[in-house]
């Protein structure tokens, strides 16, 4: 069955990503932890993904999409190859999070959940990361930067283009 859904949808699921969706298969909010992890796999939810985790599970598509577009954590567009999680949580907000924001997208040329045309930088405006202490917080990445000041996003982006 899965050689047929791949056909119809030409999108490869990981044999992990279909052990994970068989174990889920008929749990109470398994659509939720299935597209979780096809989130991890692909960084977002391809439509064609969509399509294939709807024909595998026998649901409508609307349905799968209803539960993406509910929860703000579920990408429906590839981020950037860094995408930056500009925290926007109260602590950060008060400490200037929205200055480093707003010199990210003048830098960029990009607003928040855009992608820079070369596919190197997306934007995200993020709740809460838990690192209030450093507040204003920007994660890029996987690298946390605390204390964050405008003046260093130049020097911090330029660690992360390609040359
Ligand atoms: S508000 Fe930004 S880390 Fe908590």
């Not at 509910?70 to 907000?93: E, R």
Request: proline share 4%.
């Amino acid at each position: 069955m899965a050689t047929d859904v791949k056909k119809e949808t030409g999108i490869e699921f990981s044999q992990d990503l279909l052990d994970h969706i068989e174990q889920w298969r008929e749990k109470p909010g398994n659509l939720i932890m299935i597209l979780h992890r096809v989130q991890q796999e692909f960084g977002y939810i391809p439509r064609e993904a969509a399509k294939k985790v709807a024909k595998l599970l026998n649901v409508p598509l609307a349905k799968i999409y209803g539960v993406i577009t509910f929860y703000h954590y579920f990408k429906l567009t590839k981020p950037g190859k860094y995408n930056i999680q500009v925290c926007m949580g109260t602590a950060c907000y008060l400490k200037g999070g929205e200055d480093i924001l707003e010199e990210l997208e003048k830098i960029l040329g990009i607003g928040v959940n855009q992608v820079t045309d070369d596919g190197q930088f997306s934007i995200e405006a993020v709740r809460c990361v838990g690192a209030c202490g450093l507040a204003p917080v920007t994660i890029v990445g996987e690298d946390v930067f605390g204390k964050l000041t405008k003046d260093r996003l130049p020097e911090i982006l330029s660690k992360f283009q390609d040359k």
